[in-house]
């Protein structure tokens, strides 16, 4: 089983749009939480980190499911240059990061 | 503030060559690790540096070796390149306190033909 698991999407919505992404992680242990973005054929840049309040950033809520072992970003009013995929991570022990594979979205005019 | 920098930026080599790929770690972070990231996928983990030892290890082979230097920065040389290894390259830096997240440099991109 892997250790970050999301949904590759891809996720196409028009603009204005609400979307969210869900990712699961197996080690219950994990301390910390993370989304990255990535576009195309450019290296991931850290969105949020995602605490265990749940955690607001303009149009971008995380939310951390600790029992459930999963991880939600919400994006509101979505804008053409949120297209990118968007990367689960989560700091396993010894300082560890784990990636998902990511999960794709295109927003659409 | 700089930011954390890799060369080169691409690289093409045959199978069964050796690679260099270098990191300058952002300034102000002591531990810098390394990730394939193949097409299509997310980063995968090959090992990680602080104070000049190694301190994690993903699932890779001991062809993929790497070093940190006492100013941070860090090598990852792959040894007998296999055309599996064509991938995107990245660097991450971060300081050792926890939480602490990482910090990517562009990246090599590497084909092995």
């Known amino acids: 089983r892997k250790e970050v698991e999301q949904d590759p999407g891809p996720f196409n919505v028009p603009e204005g749009a609400t979307v969210a992404f869900n990712c699961t992680y197996s080690?219950?242990?994990?301390?910390?939480f993370f989304w990255y973005r990535q576009d195309c054929r450019k290296e991931p840049k850290l969105l949020m980190s995602v605490y265990s309040s749940g955690n607001e950033d303009g149009r971008f809520t995380a939310q951390l499911n600790r029992a459930s072992q999963y991880i939600s970003l919400l994006i509101r009013d979505s804008k053409l240059s949120d297209s990118a995929t968007y990367l689960c991570?989560?700091?396993?022990?010894?300082?560890?990061?784990?990636f998902g594979s990511g999960t794709k979205l295109n927003v659409k005019p | 503030e700089t930011g954390v920098t890799q060369s080169p930026t691409h690289l093409i080599k045959t199978r069964g060559q050796q690679v260099t790929l270098r990191c300058s770690s952002q300034s102000g972070h002591n531990t810098v690790s390394w990730y394939q990231q193949a097409l299509g996928q997310g980063p995968q983990f090959i090992f990680q540096?602080?104070?000049?030892?190694?301190?994690g290890r993903g699932n890779f082979p001991p062809r993929f070796s790497g070093l940190q230097f006492p100013n941070y920065s860090s090598e990852l040389n792959v040894n007998a390149l296999e055309l599996d290894d064509s991938a995107l390259y990245l660097c991450?830096?971060?300081?050792?306190?926890?939480?602490?997240?990482?910090?990517f440099g562009n990246g090599t991109r590497l084909t092995v033909t």
């Open positions: 540096y602080y104070r000049e030892e190694e301190n």
């Open positions: 991450a830096s971060s300081f050792d306190s926890n939480p602490s997240p990482l910090h």
């Open positions: 080690n219950s242990a994990s301390q910390s």
């Open positions: 991570v989560v700091m396993g022990n010894f300082n560890k990061f784990y």
